[in-house]
C-alpha cells in the first residue's frame, strides 16, 4: 500500500482539521443556527485514545499538519492534555488551533506548553454591542483578555479571522487592520460561505474580497507577501509595518485544485470536503477492532472519495450540514 495519501485528482493529503467537539459557547450567526441543540452525545464522540491513533495512522501516510477545531475545541475537557499527546506523535510537525479565544486566557499557557504551534481566533467586529448581536450572546471583553494572553503565552503570530458581511462589519475593516498592526497580530478576512441554512442567510452580506482589498489599498501600500500555514489564504503586508493581511477567498476565487485537507468530525466521520457530503464514518469501524493496517486501508479508500471541487457558488442550496458540525 502506498504510504502517501494521494487523491484521484492528484492532491496529496497532508492536512487533517480535526473537530473535537460540535458544541460552542458563541452562537455566530452564520454558523450555528440560533437555538440548536441537536448536539452529537458524548457516547458518540471519539475518545482522545481514538483520535490519537487515527491521527497517528494519517501521520504515518503522510500528514504533517493537525489543527484542531470544533465548534469551539476549548469547550473540550482537558484538551492541552489530547494536544500534547498529538504534538508528541512522529511525522506531526504542526499542531495549530482554532479558537473563539473566549477560555483562551486560562488555556494559552497550557496549550503553548503542549506544543500548539499556531493559533487562529475569530473576530468579526471590536465592538461589543455589535459583538454580542453577532455571536448571540458573547462577551468581547473575553475574547480581548484570551489574544492578549495568547500572545503573552508566546503564540507568534496569532491570527486573527474576520468573516466580512455587508451593512454587519464591513464598517469595520480598517479598525480591525489598526487593531492587528497595534498588537502584532496577522489578519485575514473570509468570505461568508452558504454552509447550512444559517449560512446560506448570511451569505446574503457576501461581500468578494476584492472589494477590500481596491478599499485598503486607497489608504495603505500593500506589497506580497508569503506566510506560513498551508491553507489557502493569499497574503499581502502593509508597508511601514509587520502587518501581514490573507484573503481566503473560497467563493469568488476558489483553491480547490490545490486543497491538501480532509476533516475529522466528532463523532469519527471523515469529511473529504468542506462544501460537499461525501463522507465516510471511521468510529463504528475503530470500535470493531479493526488493526492499524485495516485503518490505513480505510483512510485511502476515503481519500479516494474526495471531490474536486466545491459547489458553493454554483449550487449554494446543496449543503445541509453548517460549519460547526465539520470544523472550519
Ligand atoms: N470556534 C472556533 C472559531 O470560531 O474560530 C473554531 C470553529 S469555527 C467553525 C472556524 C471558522 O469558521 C471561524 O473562523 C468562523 O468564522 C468560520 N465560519 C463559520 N461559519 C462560516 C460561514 N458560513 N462562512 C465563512 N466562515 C465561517
Ligand atoms: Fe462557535 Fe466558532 Fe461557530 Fe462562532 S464560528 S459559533 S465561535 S464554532
Known amino acids: 500500500m502506498s504510504q502517501q495519501l494521494i487523491d484521484q485528482y492528484g492532491r496529496q493529503i497532508e492536512y487533517l482539521r480535526l473537530s473535537v467537539t460540535d458544541r460552542c459557547d458563541l452562537r455566530c450567526h452564520y454558523c450555528m443556527p440560533e437555538g440548536f441543540k441537536d448536539f452529537e452525545e458524548p ?109 503573552e503565552a508566546g503564540f507568534q503570530p496569532v491570527k486573527i479571522n474576520m468573516v466580512v458581511m455587508r451593512g454587519v462589519n464591513d464598517d469595520e475593516v480598517e479598525d480591525m487592520v489598526q487593531f492587528c498592526i497595534d498588537h502584532d497580530f496577522t489578519l485575514r478576512f473570509i468570505e461568508t460561505m452558504p454552509m447550512g441554512d444559517t449560512g446560506r442567510e448570511a451569505s446574503q452580506q457576501y461581500i468578494p474580497l476584492d472589494e477590500i482589498h481596491q478599499r485598503l489599498e486607497k489608504k495603505y501600500n500593500m506589497v506580497k507577501a508569503n506566510m506560513n500555514g498551508g491553507g489557502p489564504a493569499r497574503y499581502v503586508r502593509v508597508e511601514g509595518t509587520e502587518l501581514r493581511i490573507g484573503y481566503i477567498t473560497p467563493m469568488s476565487q476558489h483553491f480547490c485544485d490545490t486543497c491538501n485537507r480532509v476533516r475529522l468530525s466528532v463523532d469519527g466521520t471523515l469529511y473529504l470536503c468542506l462544501g460537499q457530503d461525501d463522507s465516510y464514518p471511521l468510529r463504528d469501524l475503530l470500535r470493531s477492532g479493526i488493526s492499524d493496517d485495516e485503518l490505513k486501508q480505510h483512510i485511502h479508500r476515503a481519500i479516494n472519495l474526495k471531490p474536486e471541487k466545491h459547489e458553493f457558488s454554483n449550487n449554494p442550496g446543496k449543503l445541509v450540514r453548517f460549519m460547526s458540525m465539520t470544523g472550519g
Open 43 to 151: 457516547a458518540d464522540w471519539l475518545t482522545f485514545d481514538e483520535i490519537e491513533r487515527v491521527i497517528r495512522a494519517f501521520a504515518e501516510l503522510g500528514t504533517r499538519r493537525i489543527r484542531i477545531t470544533g465548534g469551539e475545541p476549548l469547550v473540550r475537557k482537558n484538551i492541552p492534555e489530547l494536544a500534547s499527546r498529538l504534538s508528541s506523535l512522529p511525522g506531526i510537525e504542526d499542531l495549530s488551533i482554532s479558537s473563539n479565544a473566549t477560555r483562551l486566557q486560562k488555556l494559552a499557557r497550557p496549550l503553548k506548553k503542549a506544543g500548539i504551534s499556531r493559533i487562529n481566533v475569530s473576530l468579526d467586529t471590536l465592538k461589543a454591542d455589535r459583538f454580542k448581536e453577532i455571536t448571540g450572546g458573547g462577551k468581547l471583553e473575553k475574547v480581548i483578555n484570551g489574544l492578549l494572553a495568547a500572545s
